[in-house]
């Protein structure tokens, strides 16, 4: 590139450049509205659900009978990271995580091979099993929720018009899936008496058998015509709840109808598995999702006109509400971002025009400088939106934040450029060779210093983790910003420069001959001349910097500035839904009357569904109730949250709760957790104890417990096998008169339309909740009669475990805990990791104690960022050697670049930020901003040598001269970075390099030199 001046290029051709800028400028204004927004960025959910009933079964036979041979070919599945499962009464749920190494076009491929092999081994699992059945898109987000309601309309009613309102929203634009939470399911009841049925010589089975055959759809021949083909139809099946009441059924000798011995009804699943809930009244939940890659605000407006159209449509006595709106936060969002983008943008322009166009001799501000550089801004802006469009970039948190961090380095070259200019302006060159001068002499260790900083954010677009495809923006948006804005800086600011810069009148002088710059020059002298005090005060700070970082707080992500607040709460294992769901109504009393609440919603018997990407979502469990709750403001949030935790812990004693806020990156559970896991349950629920016991014992931990829960109640009916068989009594038929006594059998099914509606047999109410009436329950015998329950068996009242996880083919069972508010999840967890190494010195064969939660997944994290950082040091390496040509001055550039953990460490711990995950981007990027600016400086140099003059004078000379562009281009990236300081989430990272980059730049101007000089022997 030595023949080729890009600058030259567009002088010469002035009219093509005045067409690219307006073109550029144009289709990038374009390019922006036309980006999606979106609260988040994309990343593939890892992750599979199966899920396994086989009724009547125990937790401990759910584990080991059926979990335990899915848990191992589903270990063999290709990218398997982790297999846990959790197993019930009557039912297994198991959830597959993928490595996060696993490349996301292969999932679905992944997730077919993983239905094959499980249907494979599905005949091996006990005879009774239901299922497997499987979910690979729990990771939808439906980001926009509406409830339901009506006052003078029956349930069905309610539910029928909700399904026309679900097929409205499937033809909006950008609208992916519907889906309705909360539904009940529709039965029909045949309550009759175990002891009437007994006094007619009717079974339950002769009662199936009849209503079936009556019921069934069988295929009745077809008669072939000459002409034509005439089907017949035999008649009988139910077509309403009316001729299934007046079934006929044979009793002895008698044809009795089956409502003169039952009540026949029609209602809904008693007790009910879920329901939905919104500001205390039960609703059917419409959940919308968006399609991949979509503009989460225009799906907002679509929505808009969309519910206006539906409340015309309302019949008088139901109500809409939206229960979540995720357009309106991420709106707020977006817009209080370009606040902060505004904020930037002012900032870098008051640098550049004042630092650029400050003048002493006679004190004056020259605008056009500045103004050069501020030209260039909304051109670069430009170009970045054009290439987050051709990307596929999308507006979201993380790629807004880029921008930010991407407007304090994209006008370092411009900077240089300008200044380079103004400096031969003022030594008497023309304009035109004023504005070729700074590409011959700069543009290519300019270039080479823009690749290395785009490098030094090289990890994040490497890392193979959940946490680094998260944050992929960061890299991709700055790199993108970066090198554009070279591009603008050689073509485009020597254009611009050309007709706004003006030479100046007046006797030539040189410009370093100030006192300012025969200070520094003096300050320069004596780094140099006490090289060695310099060289070691500098180790010894980077050491000292480096252990500082032991006392700062650790951090995965910090919490979201969504207003919801999360509230859960866990009865004992085992409890009813009727009891969770008296909870609830408990709390939501409590909410009605707290002013600053604006609305709750919630979910009973069942976690709330993913309205927010990163939620960390529950599965349908009778004894949990989820609530978001809204209040109306930031303030309010934070007044109402300690209000509603010491309500809780006054009122709710016997309920586990926790209240969280929405957390940021990869979904997390606790900020605390380990998990033991070996092949023996018992001695696992010992040592899980011992871990529960220990964490307790931290100042910092609140609420330990363990997802094994308590153990349940159990009724075994001890059958004396050799009576039963003498009276022709099996423990299928005892299990099945059990059935109907206690939750109803179902017996056959309602065809109505396109419902299929279960008939379940049952007893009455009253013979429903006694432990007296299931002991008396009527059994058939092989000769016709019946006996009581109680005369071929004995009720006993056991306990057993009523939850039983598991992990990679072992019992699991992991200890959770929160933190008290003020300190780090991480931070504890960490600690008592390292407090726990005496208990695994003594663990039993087999057993162990792993972290998990927060500080794991951030540990992975940071790993998969740290996997890429040779590489990125590897190119670092390459650029530098490929500009400098020489082993000696490219280490030399490259033993400054971790100095940027001095100021990073010192400004942590006096901010009191943590040092988390994104912090650490931060921390890495600073090894290529800061090398950019000693490259720079030693290319100077070694210009200087070349040219003649004595190897002092330039190290000297080249510092002073480069010392104002590299302290511009530092002070533009550093300012730019306090609005970014507000943000809970990019804080931290902003803080980081703000220090790092004060401290590294400050000793880049006093420790290179003297690094140089000792390196080459050089003295005065």
């Not at 950008?174 to 009841?189: P, R, T």
């Not at 939206?322 to 943008?345: C, G, H, N, Y």
């Not at 008296?582 to 009393?589: F, G, H, I, N, V």
């Not at 004595?950 to 609005?979: D, H, K, N």
Request: glycine share 6%; net charge neutral; charged share 20%.
């Amino acid at each position: 590139m030595k023949n080729i001046n890009l600058s030259r290029w567009a002088l010469e051709n002035q009219p093509m450049v005045r067409f690219l800028l307006a073109v550029f400028l144009f289709a990038g204004v374009f390019a922006y509205f036309a980006l999606g927004q979106e609260e988040d960025p994309p990343f593939v959910f890892r992750g599979m659900v199966v899920r396994v009933y086989w009724p009547g079964a125990s937790s401990m036979q759910m584990a080991q009978q059926v979990a335990d041979p899915i848990e191992k070919v589903l270990q063999e599945v290709p990218y398997a990271n982790k297999v846990r499962s959790y197993s019930k009464p009557g039912e297994t749920v198991i959830f597959l995580l993928l490595k996060d190494s696993a490349p996301p076009k292969q999932i679905p491929d992944v997730w077919y091979t993983t239905r094959k092999r499980v249907n494979d081994m599905a005949f091996s699992l006990p005879r009774g099993v239901i299922g497997p059945f499987y979910n690979d898109e729990f990771g939808d987000t439906f980001g926009v929720m509406l409830g339901f309601s009506a006052d003078g309309f029956n349930y069905a009613e309610l539910k029928d018009f909700v399904r026309q309102v679900r097929q409205e929203l499937l033809q909006v634009p950008d609208v992916a899936k519907v889906e309705m939470f909360g539904l009940q399911s529709e039965k029909v009841f045949v309550d009759i008496s175990h002891r009437k049925l007994a006094e007619l010589g009717i079974s339950a089975s002769q009662l199936i058998h009849d209503l079936n055959a009556q019921n069934a759809v069988v295929d009745q021949g077809v008669l072939s015509l000459e002409d034509q083909k005439v089907w017949s139809r035999v008649q009988g099946q139910f077509s309403s709840v009316d001729e299934l009441a007046n079934m006929p059924i044979r009793a002895g000798k008698n044809t009795i109808l089956l409502k003169d011995i039952g009540v026949v009804s029609r209602g809904y699943q008693d007790p009910p598995v879920t329901k939905v809930r919104f500001n205390g009244k039960e609703v059917i939940g419409v959940g919308i999702s968006m399609v991949n890659g979509g503009d989460i605000i225009r799906l907002g407006e679509n929505l808009d006109k969309a519910e206006r159209r539906i409340l015309e449509a309302l019949p008088q006595g139901i109500q809409m509400a939206r229960m979540t709106d995720q357009p309106r936060s991420v709106k707020s969002s977006v817009d209080e971002f370009i606040k902060v983008l505004i904020e930037a943008i002012v900032i870098v322009l008051a640098v550049s025009f004042v630092s650029l166009g400050l003048h002493t001799k006679p004190f004056r501000v020259d605008i056009r400088p500045g103004l050069v550089v501020a030209l260039t801004i909304p051109l670069v802006l430009a170009l970045t939106f054009l290439s987050m469009k051709f990307f596929n970039i999308n507006l979201h948190k993380i790629s807004l934040g880029a921008l930010i961090i991407a407007l304090g380095l994209l006008v370092d070259d411009a900077i240089i450029a300008v200044e380079m200019m103004v400096r031969k302006l003022e030594e008497g060159y023309s304009r035109f060779d004023s504005a070729i001068f700074a590409y011959d002499s700069t543009a290519i260790p300019m270039l080479t210093g823009t690749l290395i900083t785009a490098a030094g954010f090289l990890p994040i677009a490497l890392a193979k983790s959940s946490a680094g495809e998260y944050t992929f923006s960061i890299f991709a948006v700055t790199s993108l910003a970066l090198i554009l804005s070279w591009f603008v800086a050689v073509i485009f600011v020597p254009y611009i420069g050309y007709w706004l810069l003006k030479k100046p009148t007046g006797e030539q002088h040189e410009v370093f001959d100030t006192p300012f710059y025969m200070g520094f020059r003096k300050l320069i002298e004596g780094c140099i001349n006490h090289r060695w005090l310099t060289i070691g005060v500098t180790v010894a700070a980077f050491v000292l910097g480096g252990y500082s970082f032991k006392f700062i707080e650790q951090q995965f992500f910090p919490d979201s500035n969504r207003l919801e607040v999360m509230v859960n709460l866990w009865l004992p294992e085992g409890s009813s839904y009727y009891e969770s769901e008296a909870q609830a109504k408990k709390l939501e009393a409590w909410l009605a009357q707290q002013p600053e609440i604006e609305s709750y919603s919630t979910f009973v018997g069942n976690g709330a569904p993913r309205f927010y990407l990163s939620l960390d979502q529950k599965f349908v469990q009778s004894n949990l109730v989820e609530l978001i709750v809204y209040p109306k403001s930031f303030k309010d949030r934070e007044a109402i949250r300690p209000r509603m935790v010491a309500y809780l812990e006054e009122n709710f004693p016997d309920v586990r709760h926790r209240t969280t806020l929405l957390p940021n990156g990869p979904p997390v559970a606790y900020p605390i957790q380990f998990v033991v896991r070996g092949p023996d349950p018992f001695v696992v629920r010992a040592v899980a104890d011992e871990v529960k016991k220990a964490i307790s014992t931290s100042e910092y931990v609140r609420g330990a417990h363990d997802n094994w829960n308590e153990n349940i109640k159990v009724m075994k009916m001890n059958v004396d096998q050799a009576r039963a068989r003498a009276l022709g009594v099996t423990s299928e038929s005892i299990a099945q008169s059990s059935q109907v006594v206690l939750s109803g059998a179902i017996i056959g099914q309602y065809r109505e339309n396109n419902r299929l509606i279960d008939i379940v047999l049952r007893n009455p109410e009253d013979e429903r909740s006694s432990l007296e009436e299931l002991q008396n329950a009527m059994v058939p015998t092989s000769n016709g009669k019946f006996v009581p329950l109680s005369q071929v068996g004995k009720l006993d009242i056991t306990f057993e475990p009523g939850v039983i996880w598991r992990e990679n083919g072992d019992f699991a069972i992991t200890v959770k805990a929160d933190v008290v508010s003020g300190i780090q999840g991480t931070t504890v967890a960490l600690a008592l990791n390292k407090a726990l190494e005496p208990m695994r010195a003594q663990l039993p064969l087999g057993v162990k104690i792993n972290l998990d939660g927060l500080a794991a997944d951030s540990g992975d994290a940071q790993k998969s960022i740290l996997a890429n950082v040779p590489l990125m040091l590897f190119i670092v390496m390459t650029l530098l050697m490929m500009q400098l040509k020489s082993f000696g001055r490219t280490l030399l550039v490259y033993l400054t670049g971790p100095l940027g953990i001095i100021g990073a460490a010192l400004a942590l711990l006096l901010s009191g930020k943590p040092f988390g995950f994104v912090a650490q981007l931060g921390v890495i990027a600073l090894f290529g901003m800061i090398i950019r600016n000693s490259v720079i400086l030693i290319d100077q140099i070694e210009q200087d040598r070349a040219a003649g003059v004595s190897p002092f004078e330039a190290i000297v000379g080249s510092t002073i001269r480069r010392s104002r562009p590299i302290l511009l281009t530092a002070a533009a990236a550093v300012l730019a970075m306090i609005p970014l300081m507000r943000s809970q989430f990019w804080g931290p990272m902003a803080v980081a390099i703000m220090g790092g980059l004060i401290v590294a730049t400050l000793l880049t101007l006093f420790f290179l030199p003297a690094l140089y000089a000792a390196a080459y022997k050089i003295r005065k």
